[in-house]
């Protein structure tokens, strides 16, 4: 990566206007000022990693940069954590242990923005925000760093490789991270949104992001001539019956007020137009926020597929197989005590009308891994609003379309956002950290 990049006059300007906004809000006090000192800094820093995306379980120079920037502000930094991954640890006396985690992968998506700062990485794009998540994270670092004298305890600031993939959490978790390191007592994260405005934040308690497993099937059959296909079993019919059977499960086995999806977004096979293939490729994601939900779903796919092959006349040996694509990514659960918690120092950090409560999304997130561990780690994630608060009206209104998250017209506002984002992070941070009553002077 290039140390060097020039600050679009663009965001500066709108950084400059949006700290002027904050000054009239609630602010806690200290965190304000640093983050106003430090968002020329932290924008370059931004600008510098959209430019330099790296593919999941490639991170290699983001988890260098990432790892020496802790460094430099006194944190405790090991390297090479289930891949990529980079830990840092600050310990401040006896106190809560509170973890903040940033995911660093890109998407092999060729960006189309044309912003000043947009990617020199051909066919590689931060089009999900993991460029913001990683500033946030950065600057909520130097804010406790430089704040130890109001708080006790010990800050583990982990940079997560290959969450898009859905491996990346699960990896830093076999290789020791809450062994090795101060298990969390409580662990936080932020995720970009692509629709709400900057400046705001939004929050959900409870079940929040719903689990992943995408499928991969292969429907066989028996190919031959078009012209004769009773002397063949046709995959392409089957995949067809398949398509439509799987979408009576939502609707026919799973009540209507639990939220699931099944979707099939690709189906591929056959060459030619008299050619019946012997075998048709099915891949499909499967959304759900109940663990007994999707392991009903997932038992109903497998019977549809063999039901409908069995009907087919193909042999147990011939049923279609299913292999996940990918990894599975869990549920997110956000802790309803610490939600409300959090939610209310927001609202203290950037006033009332900023602080937005959300409804769930069938999206996903590897961070939901952190909490499901044994025993339970309270943890939440929020969502950092990115879009110029005019675009928002503009589409509420029917006239533009928003770009949307994992699309290569997507580009945050980072000036407004990313301060908002280092403010609610290290407003959350400290008011868990903390000292305890007797321990105040």
Same mark, same amino acid.
């Given at each position: 990566?290039?140390?060097?990049?020039?600050?679009?006059?663009?965001?500066?300007?709108?950084?400059?206007?949006?700290?002027?906004?904050?000054?009239?809000?609630?602010?806690?006090?200290?965190?304000?000022?640093?983050?106003?000192?430090?968002?020329?800094?932290?924008?370059?820093?931004?600008?510098?990693?959209?430019?330099?995306?790296?593919?999941?379980?490639?991170?290699?120079? %983001?988890?260098?940069?990432?790892? +020496?920037?802790?460094? #430099? /502000?006194?944190?405790?930094? @090991?390297?090479?954590? $289930?891949?990529? *991954?980079?830990?840092?640890?600050?310990?401040?006396?006896?106190?809560?242990?509170?973890?903040?985690?940033?995911?660093?992968?890109?998407?092999?998506?060729?960006?189309?923005?044309?912003?000043?700062?947009?990617?020199?990485?051909?066919?590689?794009?931060?089009?999900?925000?993991?460029?913001?998540?990683?500033?946030?994270?950065?600057?909520?670092?130097?804010?406790?760093?430089?704040?130890?004298?109001?708080?006790?305890?010990?800050?583990?600031?982990?940079?997560?490789?290959?969450?898009?993939?859905?491996?990346?959490?699960?990896?830093?978790?076999?290789?020791?991270?809450? %062994?090795?390191?101060?298990?969390? +007592?409580?662990?936080? #994260? /932020?995720?970009?949104?692509? @629709?709400?405005?900057? $400046?705001?934040? *939004?929050?959900?308690?409870?079940?929040?992001?719903?689990?992943?497993?995408?499928?991969?099937?292969?429907?066989?059959?028996?190919?031959?001539?078009?012209?004769?296909?009773?002397?063949?079993?046709?995959?392409?019919?089957?995949?067809?019956?398949?398509?439509?059977?799987?979408?009576?499960?939502?609707?026919?086995?799973?009540?209507?007020?639990?939220?699931?999806?099944?979707?099939?977004?690709?189906?591929?096979?056959?060459?030619?137009?008299?050619?019946?293939?012997?075998?048709?490729?099915?891949?499909?994601?499967?959304?759900?926020?109940?663990?007994?939900?999707?392991?009903?779903?997932?038992?109903?796919?497998?019977?549809?597929?063999?039901?409908?092959?069995?009907?087919?006349?193909?042999?147990?040996?011939?049923?279609?197989?299913?292999?996940?694509?990918?990894?599975?990514?869990?549920?997110?659960?956000?802790?309803?005590?610490?939600?409300?918690?959090?939610?209310?120092?927001?609202?203290?950090?950037?006033?009332?009308?900023?602080?937005?409560?959300?409804?769930?999304?069938?999206?996903?997130?590897?961070?939901?891994?952190?909490?499901?561990?044994?025993?339970?780690?309270?943890?939440?994630?929020?969502?950092?609003?990115?879009?110029?608060?005019?675009?928002?009206?503009?589409?509420?209104?029917?006239?533009?379309?928003?770009?949307?998250?994992?699309?290569?017209?997507?580009?945050?506002?980072?000036?407004?956002?990313?301060?908002?984002?280092?403010?609610?992070?290290?407003?959350?941070?400290?008011?868990?950290?903390?000292?305890?009553?007797?321990?105040?002077?």
């Amino acid at each position: 990566m290039t140390p060097h990049i020039n600050i679009c006059f663009r965001c500066l300007v709108s950084a400059m206007i949006f700290c002027l906004h904050a000054a009239a809000q609630p602010q806690s006090s200290g965190i304000a000022e640093i983050v106003q000192a430090e968002t020329p800094e932290l924008i370059a820093l931004y600008q510098q990693l959209h430019q330099h995306p790296e593919l999941s379980e490639q991170e290699k120079e %983001t988890s260098r940069l990432l790892a +020496d920037e802790l460094r #430099a /502000l006194g944190f405790d930094v @090991t390297e090479r954590v $289930g891949g990529y *991954g980079v830990v840092g640890v600050m310990e401040n006396g006896d106190g809560p242990v509170v973890m903040v985690r940033t995911d660093m992968d890109a998407l092999p998506i060729e960006e189309l923005t044309n912003v000043p700062y947009a990617s020199k990485t051909p066919g590689v794009m931060h089009a999900c925000g993991h460029d913001v998540h990683m500033t946030v994270w950065k600057g909520t670092a130097s804010v406790v760093s430089k704040l130890r004298d109001r708080w006790r305890g010990t800050v583990v600031f982990v940079a997560q490789p290959a969450e898009e993939t859905g491996i990346g959490a699960k990896a830093m978790l076999a290789d020791g991270l809450f %062994t090795r390191f101060p298990r969390p +007592d409580y662990a936080l #994260a /932020l995720h970009v949104s692509s @629709t709400l405005p900057a $400046g705001t934040v *939004g929050y959900h308690a409870g079940m929040f992001l719903a689990s992943i497993d995408n499928l991969h099937i292969a429907v066989k059959g028996r190919g031959g001539h078009g012209a004769a296909p009773q002397q063949t079993i046709d995959p392409i019919v089957l995949t067809s019956k398949i398509v439509l059977s799987l979408q009576s499960i939502i609707s026919r086995e799973i009540a209507p007020t639990e939220p699931a999806v099944i979707s099939v977004g690709s189906i591929h096979g056959g060459s030619r137009s008299n050619i019946i293939p012997s075998e048709v490729e099915l891949a499909l994601t499967v959304r759900t926020f109940e663990d007994q939900t999707r392991q009903h779903l997932l038992n109903a796919i497998k019977r549809v597929c063999d039901g409908e092959a069995h009907a087919a006349g193909l042999t147990p040996e011939e049923y279609p197989q299913i292999k996940h694509d990918g990894e599975f990514f869990p549920s997110m659960y956000n802790d309803p005590k610490l939600t409300a918690q959090l939610a209310s120092v927001f609202r203290q950090t950037l006033g009332e009308q900023h602080v937005l409560e959300l409804p769930r999304e069938l999206v996903g997130e590897d961070f939901a891994r952190y909490g499901r561990e044994q025993p339970p780690i309270p943890t939440m994630i929020y969502s950092l609003g990115t879009v110029h608060p005019d675009r928002v009206a503009a589409a509420a209104a029917g006239q533009l379309i928003l770009p949307p998250l994992h699309g290569s017209l997507y580009v945050p506002e980072p000036g407004p956002s990313i301060p908002t984002g280092v403010k609610t992070m290290s407003a959350a941070v400290l008011s868990l950290l903390q000292p305890k009553q007797t321990d105040r002077r």
